[in-house]
C-alpha cells in the first residue's frame, strides 16, 4: 500500500502547528517586578517549606522538590525512571484505583517522579490534595506485580523508539559529551532495566527520596499559618535522612573541532549538535549576557541559525542553541535537522553563525530587540503561580541574592553589545567544538569528508565504530522483478492479493502531541480516499476517482492538477507492487543496511523501495518531490506485519517530515466497509 502522496498533508500540518510553536511573542513594556516574598520555615527532618500566598484565584498548587546531587545507576540505569514510575501506586490506607478516582472526583492533578511530586486543584480542597500527596509520595507500597508492568512498560518505550534517530542522537550527544560513568552520560536498555529487583526498587527510594535536600514549594489561595499546621502533621513523620553526594570524573571537550558521525541507514534528515561543556552558573556575573547572546545565536525565532537555516536557506523546520546553567556541569549546544542532501552546508553554517557572533559585534537595535522580547517572555511567566514557585525554589538551590528576580530586568537591560561578545568568546569554543552527527552515511559522508574537518565513527550507543563498508554485492541471479516476487509471496502470493477489490485501514497516532486519526480506502479501480483528522477535525481529505481528483484542506475544496493525478492513480492500488513488477524501467540499485536490516533498493524514478533480504517485506519507501522549487526526500517505514485473510499488512508506519510521526494501524477491512459514494 503505497502512501508516498498523502506526506504532502503531513508537511501542511506540521508548518501549521510549527507556525504556531514559533511565533514569535510581541515585546511588551518592562514594567516593574514585584515578586511575592515565600513565608519559609524548616520541619526537623530537614524539609524545607516555602509558601507563596496568592489569591487572585481559589486554586493551590503544591510542589515537592528533591535537590539531591546526580546519581550513577550504573549496571541497574532505569531504576529511577521505576521507582518514579511507581511512587503513588498505593498505600495501605488507599489502593491505587481508590487514590486516581478520589483524585478525579476534586478535579485535582497530582503526579510523582523519583525526585518529588506535585499536585494542584481548588483552593477549598487543598487539605485533602496536599494528603493524597503525602500519602502517595511518602507512604507507597511497593510490589514486584507493579513492577513488572513497569519494565514492561519502559521496555515498550524504549523497543519503540529504538530507530528513533532523534532519540540515538540525544543519546550518543551526553555518551559523547559526559561520558557513560557519568549521571548525564549513562542510558537505559533493555539488559539494566530486566536486571532491575524491588530490592533494588526499595534501596534506591530509601536512600534518595529523602527529606534533607527537600523542598516543599506552596502557591495559591491558602494560609500560610493553616498550611503550616497540615505540612506538619503530614511531612514531620518524614523520616530524616540525607542522600549520598558522590563526586565523578570531570567530563572533558575534545581537543580540537571534529565531528562525530553515526550511522543510521533509515535516516531521512541528519540531526546536526555542536556541543561543548559550560560552567555557567545562574549565580554568575555572565548569566545575564550570556542568556541574550544565546537569545541571538539560537533562542528565538529571528536568532542567527534560525534566520540561516530556515529563513534564508529553508533547510529545517527548526535550529537553536541553549546554554546550561546547572549547578553542575553544562554545556552549551547549538542544534538542527536537515535534509541528507544538505548536511554538509548546514554544518558550515552553524559554525559561520558561531563565528559571526564571536567576532561580530551585535548592534545597539538588535541587542534592544532581543531584550524587549526576551523581557516581554519572562513577564507573561511571571504572571503564572507556577513560576512563581520556580524562582522561589531557584533562589534557594542555586544559592541566588534574594531580589534576584526584581533586579532580573534591570540586569538584562544592562548587557551591552561588549558583554556579548566577551561572553560567547568565554563560553562557546569553535575550535574544540564537538559536532555530532547522526545520519544517512552512504548519503551524506562523501559530502562532509569535503570539509577536511576530522571524522570519528561511533555507534548508536556511542562507542568507536569503524567507517561503514557500503559496497555490498547483489547475488547473482538477483533482480528488481525477482525482488518484487519475493515480497508480493511474502505477504500472500499472488492469487490472494489479486481476490482483493478493496482495502479500508483506519491508523492514529499524535503529531506536536495533538492526537491523528488517517482513514484510508483503496480499490483496484485506482479510487482513492484518504482523510486526516486532528483532534477529531478533518485537516485535508484527497479523494481519486474516475472522473478525475480533488483535496479538501480547511474547508476549501481545490481539484488536484493532472500531474497530482497521475501520480495518485499509479499508485492508488492495494497493492503497487502487482503494477511495479511489469515496469521494465525499474533498477535493483543495490543493497543497504536498513535500521540494521540488510535490504534490496529498488528505484523507479524519484522512489525507491527497501525490502528485507531475509524476509522480503518491504522496510520503506522513499520518495523525492519537488517543493518550491527544493528538492526534497521522505521516506515511510513499514513495520509490524499481521496476517488478515491471509494478508500480511504492515500496521505500523513512521515518516519524518522534520517531526516524527509513527502512526499504528487499529481496523484492517478487505472487501468491506468500501462503497463508490466513498469517492464522489
Avoid at 563565528?355 to 526576551?374: F, G, M, P, W
Avoid at 482495502?503 to 480506502?521: N, V, Y
Avoid at 482513492?528 to 479538501?552: A, T
Avoid at 522512489?607 to 519507501?621: I, Q
Wanted: aromatic residues 8%.
Amino acid at each position: 500500500m503505497k502512501k508516498i502522496f498523502y506526506i504532502l498533508s503531513f508537511i501542511f500540518l506540521a508548518e501549521s502547528l510549527l507556525a504556531q510553536s514559533n511565533a514569535q511573542p510581541k515585546a511588551g513594556p518592562a514594567p516593574k517586578i514585584n515578586i511575592a516574598k515565600p513565608t519559609s520555615f524548616q520541619l526537623r527532618n530537614g524539609l524545607k517549606v516555602l509558601v507563596v500566598e496568592n489569591h487572585k484565584l481559589p486554586r493551590v498548587s503544591y510542589s515537592l522538590t528533591i535537590d539531591n546531587a546526580p546519581n550513577l545507576e550504573g549496571s541497574k540505569k532505569g531504576v529511577s525512571a521505576l521507582t518514579g514510575a511507581m511512587i503513588g501506586g498505593g498505600s495501605e490506607k488507599i489502593s491505587k484505583e481508590a487514590f486516581n478516582e478520589e483524585v478525579d472526583f476534586l478535579g485535582a492533578s497530582i503526579e510523582f517522579s523519583s525526585d518529588g511530586a506535585f499536585a494542584s486543584g481548588l483552593s477549598k480542597y487543598s487539605k485533602r490534595i496536599l494528603e493524597l500527596m503525602a500519602e502517595g509520595a511518602l507512604h507507597t507500597v511497593f510490589t514486584n506485580s507493579e513492577l513488572d508492568k513497569e519494565k514492561t512498560k519502559l521496555i515498550e518505550s524504549l523497543k519503540a523508539t529504538e530507530k528513533s534517530i532523534a532519540t540515538v542522537a540525544r543519546r550518543v550527544e551526553n555518551v559523547l559529551t559526559y561520558g557513560k560513568n557519568h549521571p548525564f552520560g549513562e542510558y537505559v536498555t533493555e539488559t539494566s532495566i530486566s536486571s532491575i529487583s524491588l530490592d533494588d526498587i526499595l534501596l534506591h527510594y530509601n536512600t534518595y527520596f529523602v527529606p534533607e535536600n527537600a523542598y516543599l514549594v506552596v502557591v495559591g489561595d491558602i494560609s500560610s499559618q493553616t498550611i503550616k499546621a497540615d505540612i506538619e502533621s503530614l511531612f514531620e513523620p518524614w523520616q530524616k535522612a540525607i542522600a549520598p553526594d558522590l563526586s565523578y570524573s570531570h567530563s572533558r571537550d575534545v581537543q580540537y573541532t571534529q565531528i562525530n558521525f553515526v550511522d543510521m541507514p533509515n535516516a531521512v534528515q541528519s540531526e546536526i549538535s555542536v556541543i561543548n561543556l559550560s560552567t555557567l552558573k545562574m549565580k554568575d556575573p555572565d548569566y545575564f549576557a550570556a542568556i541574550l547572546a544565546n537569545q541571538i545565536l539560537g533562542g528565538n525565532y529571528n536568532s542567527y541559525l534560525m534566520s540561516n537555516l530556515r529563513e534564508k536557506n529553508a533547510w529545517t523546520y527548526d535550529a537553536g542553541s541553549r546554554i546550561g546553567d546547572s549547578r553542575y556541569i553544562s554545556r552549551f549546544i547549538a542544534y538542527t535537522q536537515v535534509r541528507n542532501n544538505v548536511t554538509d552546508s548546514a554544518v558550515v553554517e552553524m559554525m559561520k553563525e558561531i563565528k559571526r557572533i564571536r567576532t561580530e559585534k551585535v548592534s545597539q537595535k538588535d541587542l534592544q530587540n532581543v531584550k524587549a522580547s526576551y523581557i516581554g517572555q519572562f513577564v507573561m511567566q511571571i504572571e503564572k503561580p507556577e513560576t512563581i514557585a520556580g524562582y522561589a525554589l531557584n533562589i534557594k538551590t542555586q544559592g541566588l541574592s534574594e531580589d534576584f528576580y526584581e533586579k532580573y530586568i534591570e540586569k538584562i537591560n544592562a548587557v551591552t553589545p561588549e558583554d556579548i561578545m566577551r561572553v560567547v568568546n568565554k563560553y562557546i569554543l569553535p575550535e574544540q567544538e564537538r559536532i555530532v552527527i547522526v545520519g544517512k552515511g552512504i548519503e551524506v559522508l562523501p559530502a562532509l569528508e569535503k570539509l577536511k574537518i576530522p571524522i570519528f565513527y561511533f555507534d548508536k550507543y556511542g562507542s568507536p565504530a569503524e567507517k561503514p563498508n557500503y559496497e555490498i554485492p547483489i547475488p547473482a541471479g538477483v533482480t528488481a522483478q525477482s525482488v518484487l516476487a519475493s515480497y508480493i509471496n511474502a505477504i500472500g502470493g499472488e492469487q490472494v492479493l489479486r481476490n482483493v477489490k478493496s482495502i479500508f485501514t483506519i491508523s492514529s497516532g499524535t503529531i506536536q502531541g495533538a492526537p491523528i486519526e488517517l482513514t484510508s480506502k483503496t480499490t483496484v479501480d485506482h479510487n482513492l480516499l484518504r482523510e486526516i483528522k486532528v483532534m477529531g477535525m478533518s485537516m485535508r481529505k484527497d479523494v481519486l476517482n474516475q472522473k478525475g481528483g480533488y483535496f479538501i484542506q480547511q474547508g476549501q475544496r481545490k481539484d488536484l492538477s493532472e500531474n497530482d493525478l497521475s501520480d495518485l492513480k499509479s499508485s492508488a492500488v492495494p497493492f503497487p507492487e502487482l503494477d511495479l513488477i511489469k515496469n521494465s524501467e525499474i533498477k535493483l540499485v543495490g543493497i543497504e543496511n536498513y535500521n540494521d536490516t540488510d535490504a534490496y533498493v529498488i528505484q523507479e524514478g524519484d522512489s525507491k523501495f527497501y525490502y528485507d533480504v531475509k524476509t522480503g517485506l518491504k522496510l520503506a519507501e522513499r520518495k523525492s518531490m519537488d517543493i518550491n522549487g527544493e528538492l526534497i526526500s521522505h521516506t515511510i517505514n513499514y513495520s509490524d506485519y499481521r496476517e488478515i485473510k491471509g494478508i500480511k499488512i504492515p500496521h505500523v508506519f513512521s515518516l519524518n517530515i522534520g517531526l516524527d510521526i509513527l502512526l499504528t494501524t487499529t481496523d484492517v477491512k478487505i472487501n468491506e466497509g468500501v462503497s463508490d459514494a466513498d469517492f464522489e
